[in-house]
């Protein structure tokens, strides 16, 4: 299989092409073998994160200690290179790290190489590690492009290499994103990977495996596994050289469903009284030391709600609807000031809203709003996002939405646009007061895509306390349809510089275009 990246771009002809030509280790499942013969390898390739118009952040791990250093130009040639020195790479962070880039000129190609130099004889370095990125424009005439969906290696179908493994990484790659936006879900830490799975024609599908997905992840070195586990596919590694992420998390970078202070009981995989509070805490280090994330690297706390700067055009907002939400119930309650997003996040989202100065504000939520998530346990009636099915006024989690979409209408802020993912198809809902319980909000679009490569599910009911009409669905009729057989979708957005509309594509896994629309920017009730 090539390795090569996609022509569109032609980047980094001698470092990038070393880059993709790598070879993982012989047994792929498992972690780099440590043996300290030879110079620093980085086999897992690198990434770049978190990039606006003048900055961003550059991963990599290294198969043993090693001081990372990257080297940035404006050509492909590397002539007159700038050079920074990044941490000392160590067992403490897996052999990974991240180095901060400023100073960077907006709207330009950014080249850039890793190197891994020996922290004994920085003299010995092994092969330059190469990747490309855009920074943001400054100026608004450059427009906006970027892709999103979520959703990877779940219900047991992961890396299938007769498939092209992560294929649909190399039909984003084709439309030149600025950027991908992660919208949760990156690994399924509860989810065995097995060699083979039974495809309903007979056939099997057949699994890259590791030793870390044999079983669901408890240690912070499972935790580990499951994100490197996504670093042995090629499409992926090619994807991250060409493409910078925004990556925020979900349910399955721990447990499905999970909530803080849930504690598992007896009868299922994981020992019993384990508290996913200490599991989350593990997940997220090893969250932090496998993407590069601008509030993680700067903040001791950890916190991945952030707003991502994308000159005058765009800001995201990258929520977490899962670390501070109230417990799963039936979610019926009359108050409820925690809701899915916490009090303090909630507020950080208000305040942030009404600073924004760009034309479109994407509300990046790793849950959708409008579409019933059942979570049921020993027969409750639990639910999982935010609606619980009753199509009157707003009941709890609904409340905190309810607050929010009011406060957004009454601070007269345009430009709004949801995206999400989570469950497992793709969709599009336009919701309005006209059609609502809850009236007093500004009618806004809501997209849905995902899975990346899991298992595609049925669409699931709507709740019409605010209002959402389905103008596009495209699901499966049957459950957990694997990626062999389709239905893996991904999203793109593109925002036209000179007119400022905004367009919206739902698209499948090789790229075809499923569904249109184009919002026009300043307007209330699209």
């Given at each position: ?8 771009r ?6 990038l092409a070393?880059?993709?030509a ?13 043996a300290?013969s030879?110079?620093p ?6 990434q ?7 900055s ?15 080297e ?11 050079r ?5 790479l160590?067992?403490g962070?897996?052999f990974?790290g991240t180095?901060?880039l400023h ?18 004889d ?8 190469g990747?490309?990125?855009?920074t943001?424009?400054a100026?608004?005439?450059q ?10 290696a ?7 290499e ?6 649909i ?5 084709k ?8 919208s ?18 007979g ?11 044999s079983?669901?992840?408890?240690t912070l070195?499972d ?11 090629q ?6 050289a ?15 469903n ?12 994981y020992?019993?009284g384990n ?23 700067g903040?001791?706390?950890g916190?991945?709600?952030r707003?991502?700067?994308h000159?005058?055009?765009?800001d995201v ?16 309650q009359?108050?409820?000031?925690q ?36 979570d ?16 009157g006024a707003?009941l ?29 198809h ?8 006209s ?23 049925p ?9 959402p009409?389905r ?13 062999a ?6 999203g ?21 275009v ?7 920017p300043?307007?209330?009730?699209q």
């Amino acid at each position: 299989m090539s390795l090569s990246l996609p022509g569109r771009r032609s980047v980094l002809r001698g470092s990038l092409a070393a880059s993709a030509a790598l070879t993982l280790p012989t047994a792929l499942g498992s972690a780099p073998a440590f043996a300290l013969s030879g110079r620093p390898r980085a086999d897992w390739g690198v990434q770049a994160g978190d990039v606006t118009a003048g900055s961003g952040l550059v991963w990599v791990r290294s198969d043993r200690p090693a001081r990372m250093i990257v080297e940035t130009s404006a050509t492909e040639s590397f002539r007159n290179a700038r050079r920074w020195q990044g941490p000392l790479l160590g067992s403490g962070s897996d052999f990974t790290g991240t180095t901060r880039l400023h100073g960077l000129p907006s709207g330009e190609q950014i080249h850039y190489r890793v190197l891994l130099a020996d922290p004994d004889d920085p003299r010995r370095t092994g092969e330059p590690v190469g990747g490309t990125f855009r920074t943001a424009s400054a100026r608004r005439r450059q427009g906006v492009k970027f892709v999103w969906s979520g959703d990877l290696a779940g219900q047991g179908w992961g890396i299938n290499e007769s498939i092209g493994g992560y294929r649909i990484f190399d039909a984003m790659a084709k439309l030149d994103p600025d950027f991908f936006l992660c919208s949760g879900d990156n690994i399924y830490a509860d989810g065995v990977i097995s060699a083979t799975q039974a495809l309903p024609d007979g056939s099997l599908y057949r699994n890259v495996t590791s030793e870390e997905k044999s079983h669901v992840a408890v240690t912070l070195d499972d935790f580990r596994g499951n994100f490197r586990y996504n670093l042995l596919d090629q499409a992926l590694r090619r994807f991250n050289a060409q493409v910078p992420n925004v990556i925020q998390w979900d349910d399955h970078e721990v447990r499905n469903n999970w909530y803080p202070g849930e504690v598992i009981g007896s009868g299922t995989a994981y020992p019993a009284g384990n508290k996913l509070d200490d599991m989350a805490l593990r997940s997220r280090q090893a969250f932090s030391e496998y993407f590069p994330i601008s509030t993680i690297s700067g903040r001791p706390d950890g916190r991945i709600y952030r707003v991502h700067h994308h000159g005058p055009l765009l800001d995201v907002f990258v929520l977490d609807m899962r670390t501070y939400r109230n417990a799963n119930s039936p979610d019926d309650q009359t108050t409820d000031r925690q809701g899915i997003l916490g009090a303090e996040q909630l507020e950080w989202l208000k305040r942030e809203l009404s600073r924004s100065r760009a034309v479109w504000k994407v509300i990046a939520a790793d849950m959708p709003l409008g579409l019933v998530v059942p979570d049921p346990v020993e027969g409750k009636a639990n639910f999982e996002a935010v609606a619980q099915g009753d199509p009157g006024a707003p009941l709890g989690r609904e409340l905190q939405i309810a607050e929010l979409l009011r406060y957004i209408k009454h601070r007269k802020i345009t430009g709004t646009v949801w995206l999400t993912a989570d469950v497992h198809h793709t969709s599009a809902q336009h919701y309005d007061p006209s059609r609502a319980a809850f009236k007093d909000f500004a009618p806004f679009w809501e997209f849905v895509s995902g899975p990346l490569n899991a298992g595609a599910f049925p669409a699931n009911a709507l709740d019409g306390t605010f209002g959402p009409d389905r103008v596009f669905v495209k699901a499966p009729t049957a459950s957990n349809v694997s990626p062999a057989e389709g239905y893996q979708f991904f999203g793109e957005v593109d925002i036209d510089g000179d007119s400022g509309e905004l367009t919206v594509r739902l698209r499948e896994y090789d790229g075809t275009v499923l569904f249109t629309r184009t919002l026009q920017p300043g307007r209330v009730g699209q």
